[in-house]
């Protein structure tokens, strides 16, 4: 018996991978985060199977189906949202697993910020502008961020953000942005990334609060901040398909 997380990724169903459907179609027992992931995601449990949705429920009675199917030798199919290794909340639950010598596996999936991305049509790392990303949330009515990991520090990078759970701190993340980014940097968000009613808001920090307030927009989005958001000239190609940069799978094309 194995409990498999499965991530479900960003609502769209269609972006569950492969091995993910596989395991879903497998497992007598499907527990999944109701709450982000549609009921779609799990239609293709066999029939008969154990299928519930775990958002009213609390870890202990999650665990307990756990345990329960281990004891009847089932195999458990967990799906969350995204990615399981971002704000998957499966720490604690593989600290269970672990104490009741329950195996399990991780089966990967599109996190929430690349699904983003798409909706947006760009790539978020530009050459000599952002090369990296940020992943980080609000803290709000959620566990405390570490004492480190404050927006500031982030921003002092320059680099992209992409922030979870702060919809309904846009104010305070203007607040906190602005000195280091500027008023006019470009924000994006993105509303249920992949689903049928996805929104795309587009501002800079000066204005995106009152774009989202125009909008109605009180949860379920992710917020994006960085110069990349809004340049789409004026920055180099990238040296990957570059001609005078050979490498291994492409020698130097010899010129007369």
């Not at 109701?34 to 009921?39: D, F, K, R």
């Not at 600290?95 to 195996?103: F, H, T, V």
């Amino acid at each position: 018996m194995t409990v498999y997380f499965i991530g479900a990724g960003p609502g769209d169903p269609e972006l569950l991978t492969l091995k993910g459907a596989r395991l879903i179609g497998h497992c007598p027992v499907c527990l999944y985060a109701g709450s982000l992931v549609p009921e779609e995601v799990v239609a293709g449990a066999p029939e008969g199977a154990r299928v519930m949705d775990t958002a009213p429920m609390t870890l202990e009675e999650t665990h307990a189906e756990i345990v329960a199917a281990h004891g009847r030798g089932e195999d458990v199919a967990r799906v969350h949202s995204g990615d399981p290794s971002l704000y998957g909340a499966i720490a604690e639950q593989i600290r269970r697993l672990k104490a009741d010598a329950i195996p399990y596996e991780i089966v990967p999936g599109v996190p929430a910020y690349t699904a983003a991305a798409a909706a947006l049509g760009q790539e978020l790392t530009i050459p000599e502008l952002a090369q990296s990303i940020v992943l980080t949330r609000m803290s709000m009515k959620s566990t405390a961020m570490p004492a480190g990991e404050t927006l500031e520090n982030f921003a002092a990078t320059g680099t992209t953000l992409a922030i979870h759970l702060g919809i309904r701190a846009l104010r305070d993340i203007e607040r906190r942005l602005t000195p280091f980014y500027g008023a006019d940097c470009p924000v994006a968000v993105v509303y249920r990334a992949s689903w049928p009613d996805q929104m795309v808001i587009r501002g800079t920090l000066a204005d995106i609060h009152g774009r989202v307030r125009e909008a109605k927009l009180t949860r379920t989005a992710l917020i994006l901040v960085g110069p990349a958001l809004g340049r789409e000239q004026g920055f180099p190609d990238s040296a990957l398909y570059d001609a005078a940069r050979p490498h291994v799978l492409r020698p130097r094309v010899k010129t007369d």
